[in-house]
């Protein structure tokens, strides 16, 4: 009894295909579509600093122009807060030497009036 052997061989189309892969849907979108994103926003970005720099500029060269055109009207002001404290200072001085025979109020104590300057302060009283 003798048997001729049989062997096993693939169909003649071939084996079905094993499906191994997870085909899942794509989710979100691609790359180039998120670099494109990035991109226009840092681009608006950039633009909204830009313009920021440029009001703030402007803000900062009308601020100095003040400031340039307020400085007459500050030394004006100046001046004369500085004449009332200096009559008031000749008129206390007055009161309080006037019992020293000579005393002139108001004159420098300094026999050098080229150096001295006369002080530059603001005496508050003290209240009881």
Do not use: C
């Not at 530059?120 to 003290?126: A, T």
């Amino acid at each position: 009894m003798s048997q001729r052997g049989f062997q096993d061989l693939p169909p003649a189309e071939g084996f079905p295909e094993i499906k191994y892969r997870r085909l899942l849907p794509q989710r979100g979108p691609s790359g180039l579509v998120l670099l494109a994103g990035v991109t226009a926003i840092s681009a608006y970005g950039f633009y909204r600093v830009f313009e920021g720099n440029v009001e703030r500029r402007e803000l900062k060269r009308e601020k100095l122009w003040s400031r340039i055109h307020l400085i007459p009207l500050l030394t004006a002001e100046s001046d004369r807060d500085l004449y009332r404290r200096t009559e008031a200072a000749k008129a206390r001085e007055s009161e309080i030497m006037k019992d020293v025979e000579g005393w002139k109020a108001g004159e420098s104590v300094y026999n050098n009036t080229q150096v001295y300057t006369p002080p530059n302060f603001v005496v508050v009283p003290e209240e009881n």
